[in-house]
DNA sequence: GCAAAAGTGTTCCTTTTACACCCATGC
DNA sequence: GCATGGGTGTAAAAGGAACACTTTTGC
């Protein structure tokens, strides 16, 4: 997750989600998009409407309306493109989360029950993997979303089977082991199946 | 579907959803439920935000954003609590919706579409069934909802193996043909199923 | 040469699909 | 007695789960 820390009050100091209000002339994706690159400084590679809360007190200032969004961000974007520095924007393992300003923990297991939910059946887990990447690192992303084991050759066998990855010339090695090939996710591939019907199924 | 012929301007005289503001003490449902039945005088079975719209222009007068739900209700319901009459207040066939105003063209295709995704793995069909029906009601609504037709047998054999219908002594008569076993949804064995990890798929 | 990770196939079992005949009722 | 819809079972095919040994690398 990658959180922010609270510049004002309430909350002053405390890890929240970033955020902000929706201006006059934009649209709420729009009103993201801006949000997440003045307070983080990273452009988004997915960008999913997630769930309305609207509880009358859940700002303790002024009744607030958040249309929450959930993102999928590379972490090699981000530590490129980074333009604050880490007192106020940092990644933070989902298992280690602190308690959050106003309900976002309650907004962050929304988002994580629908990443676990839509993972399944689209093809959303390679935007948090490098473009190239071993096909082990996309065995590992669906054991730590599903958080449960999953048979390796069955995995890599079904999943080889949607025909939608392309195996590179190159090989990685991740210092210990066998060095395994690169994978690529060929969207091509992918909308050209989806429109003939076929469908993504893991 | 549900629509209401609108009262005042703008789109005034033709179709729309249902639907107001939001006032400042209550909560996104209660306010949905509350427009709900001031405008058609109608309970819901099953009530979830669907989400939420806000292109500057959706709305000619002012800034709108739209937090959708979508509810399913027994047409029986309906014909029994209606507090409005037929011309404020009526029910469209899906098939021949005419031109809505605003955008709730376009937020009726993202319900639709909801509902046929979510319908074969939550039990959400029998909110629109009556609490008896004969196994051909469901039947037919699974056909209608996906728009294709299902193996008769092959789904009455799947939907009981799951368990959560009992099967009651009464057999109800469509007019012809032999009279078919009237069914209900046991909603305590679904929660029990639910609960100890047995998932519902159709 | 040993520890670590990658690559690869087969068998069994479960699930899904396809499909046809008889039964109860209204007219 | 005929038209209509309800009730039921089986066989073949496909898909999913379980599982072990070999290969390549770093140290």
């Known amino acids: 997750m990658l959180l922010i820390k609270r510049k004002a009050k309430p909350f002053k100091g405390k890890w929240a989600l970033p955020g902000g209000l929706v201006l006059d002339k934009e ?17 988004v590679n997915y960008l999913e409407q997630l769930y309305s809360f609207g509880s009358p007190n859940r700002d303790p200032r002024n009744r607030v309306i958040s249309v929450a969004y959930f993102a999928l961000v590379r972490k090699s974007n981000f530590e490129l493109h980074a333009s604050t520095d880490a007192e106020e924007a940092k990644w933070i393992n989902i298992k280690e989360l602190p308690k959050l300003s106003f309900d976002h923990n309650k907004i962050i297991d929304v988002a994580v029950n629908r990443l676990r939910g ?25 054991e730590l979303i599903y958080n449960e084991s999953i ?17 590179l010339d190159e090989k990685v090695s991740k210092g ?13 591939k992918y909308f050209k199946l989806k429109k003939s019907g076929v469908v993504f199924e893991v």
């Open 27 to 43: 649209s709420l994706d729009q009103a993201v998009e801006r949000e997440l690159r003045e307070e983080t400084g990273i452009d």
């Open 118 to 142: 839509k993972i399944g059946y689209q093809p959303i887990g390679f935007e948090l993997l490098d473009e190239k990447f071993p096909f082990s690192d996309l065995h590992k992303l669906y």
């Open 151 to 167: 048979d390796r050759r069955n995995f890599k066998k079904k999943f080889l089977q949607l025909n939608i990855l392309e195996e």
């Open 176 to 188: 210990k082991g066998r060095p395994g090939s690169l994978f690529r996710f060929n969207r091509t």
